[in-house]
């Protein structure tokens, strides 16, 4: 079913839309992946099946966009404050074993999407810690990474601590949104990351940056 789909004016929050009474048992999904890696796209939204479907390439709605690449770290970057004619959201594809991660630099916002392939001998590879933290000049990503990969221990002393996805049938999912904090309504605004995670639990979870 296709969902309600703007005016010329309004400004699209997935998380708002998860959070509504009639979308709250639903797992958001991105569909139609671009594997030529525009760094923006156009996308509609539908709803079916459990789903709150983000369907890529065309639709009224614009979105900084990130895609994985198997055995490959990729990286956008996205202004820390969009223009008026540049998009206020940013999305990435489904994730079902990747790691993703934000970093602040002095040109606006990093965000990765970092992926190894599963091997007949090796089925939940890794990339080691130095290659997720590797300090320097710049201050270390806020990683999220997939629970059922990566052991949680060796991370303990790491600043900062990465967050770890749920299991479950679906794939998670990892987003971001140019707006005003909910609880500062006046306040300027700024980038806020969320995602979902693979389980039958929809709850939205804000990622802290």
């Known amino acids: ?19 509504k009474s009639e979308n709250k048992n639903l797992h958001l999904l991105i569909m139609g992946e671009i594997a030529s890696f525009p760094n923006i796209v ?12 983000v369907r890529l390439p065309t639709g ?20 820390e ?30 965000v990765f999407h970092y992926n190894l392939y599963g091997t007949e001998q090796d089925h939940f590879p890794t990339y080691p810690e130095k290659e997720l933290y590797p300090g320097g000049s710049q201050s270390n990503p806020h990683w999220l990474l997939p629970a059922d990969k990566y052991d949680k221990s060796p991370f303990t002393t790491q600043k900062p601590k990465p967050i770890f996805y749920s299991l479950g049938d679906y794939n998670a999912e990892f ?15 700024s980038w806020h990351f969320y995602y979902q995670g693979r389980g039958a639990d929809t709850t939205v979870h804000e990622f802290s940056y």
């Not at 309600?4 to 959070?19: A, D, G, R, V």
């Not at 009224?60 to 202004?79: E, F, H, V």
């Open 1 to 19: 079913m296709l969902a309600e789909q703007p005016t010329s004016t309004e400004q699209l929050s997935l998380k708002e839309e998860l959070e």
């Open 81 to 110: 404050s969009p223009t008026s004619d540049q998009p206020k959201l940013f999305i990435t594809s489904n994730l079902s074993g990747c790691c993703v991660g934000v970093q602040r630099t002095t040109s606006g916002i990093r």
């Open 42 to 53: 156009n996308f509609k939204c539908e709803t079916g099946d459990g789903f709150f479907m």
């Open 175 to 189: 987003w971001g949104e140019y707006r005003r904090a909910p609880w500062w309504p006046f306040g300027r605004p």
């Open 60 to 79: 009224p709605y614009s979105a900084y966009y990130l895609c994985w690449k198997p055995d490959a770290k990729k990286y956008i970057d996205i202004p």
